[in-house]
């Protein structure tokens, strides 16, 4: 048995039949400071909830697997420390031990999937890291959405990736790829790239109609859902990108590999922008979160 325990919120919407969205909690651990941490958590949270669906937060609190977590239990989970990032790897060996761990793409996959959520909203998705033709780091996430079938709202993958070799791999293991509103495949804090979306669907209508004929042809895994940041919000793609390549000399520098390697990147971006990949991050998480509530509608009124 695994132990699992939903929030009153998630239990009413679950008795009830009501749409779904499942959210991370590595960005109330490992993405920013408190309080700001709980702050945006909590605003992702009412904008899945004024867009038409429940929240459902992720994370494993001693040992036990939360699906939507209650207000205290967030804020309290903001100010922990050393809270562990679990993943494919060790989101059971998390749970066997009796540990607290925030869960990352790849760990609110599985926990969706074990709680029957189809809909996932996050900021960017993890993928192959600059240099991977050496180090061969890439992420678990990329290999879950080819296995766990959940649809994933995220704006591209992270802008620190090798994003041409993250769309290769995803095509490899089939995953589908659609692009939102646009033909080019978004660059995380910057809505526009210089790569083609490998699909393109306009509505959230459409993208909920291939899920649902995914799972009735059996194929396994999921799909990934580009929506590009708010044009308002995003940062042009030629001021980051020296910004980016300064940051991960750094990490190379100070021989920053594994796990450690995105935050890292992530918090140098943060200081190196002061401050405004945060303002960009939040926009998009936000963004995100509006469509993974339509996607979740779209699918409740398929499935009756």
């Not at 239990?11 to 702050?39: C, D, F, W």
């Not at 991960?248 to 100070?254: P, Y």
């Not at 594994?258 to 140098?268: C, D, E, M």
């Amino acid at each position: 048995m695994i132990p699992i325990q939903f929030s009153a919120e998630v239990t009413k919407a679950r008795a009830e039949g009501l749409p779904l969205v499942a959210l991370e909690s590595t960005i109330i651990t490992h993405g920013m400071p408190y309080p700001q941490n709980v702050e945006t958590a909590t605003q992702v949270e009412q904008d899945v909830r004024e867009a038409g669906a429940t929240p459902a937060t992720m994370a494993v609190l001693e040992g036990t697997l939360h699906v939507g977590l209650e207000a205290q239990t967030l804020e309290t989970l903001g100010q922990a420390k050393n809270v562990a990032k679990v993943s494919r790897a060790d989101i059971a060996a998390c749970i066997a031990t009796g540990g607290t761990g925030a869960t990352t793409v790849a760990a609110t996959m599985i926990a969706a999937r074990i709680a029957g959520i189809e809909v996932f909203a996050t900021g960017g998705i993890g993928g192959v890291h600059k240099g991977a033709e050496t180090s061969f780091d890439i992420s678990a996430d990329l290999l879950e959405l080819a296995q766990t079938p959940v649809s994933v709202v995220a704006a591209g993958a992270k802008a620190i990736l090798d994003v041409p070799k993250t769309l290769e791999v995803m095509e490899t293991q089939g995953v589908p790829v659609i692009s939102y509103g646009q033909d080019a495949f978004p660059a995380f804090w910057s809505a526009q790239s210089d790569l083609r979306g490998p699909l393109r669907m306009d509505s959230a209508a459409e993208i909920a109609r291939a899920h649902a004929m995914r799972r009735a042809m059996d194929l396994p895994g999921g799909q990934l859902i580009a929506n590009p940041i708010p044009s308002d919000a995003e940062i042009p793609a030629e001021v980051l990108a020296p910004v980016i390549s300064q940051a991960q000399d750094e990490a190379d520098r100070q021989g920053i590999t594994g796990k450690n390697v995105t935050p890292f990147l992530l918090q140098r971006i943060f200081e190196l922008t002061e401050g405004r990949s945060l303002v960009a991050n939040i926009a998009l998480v936000r963004n995100n979160a509006r469509l993974a509530a339509e996607i979740a509608r779209e699918l409740n009124v398929i499935a009756r």
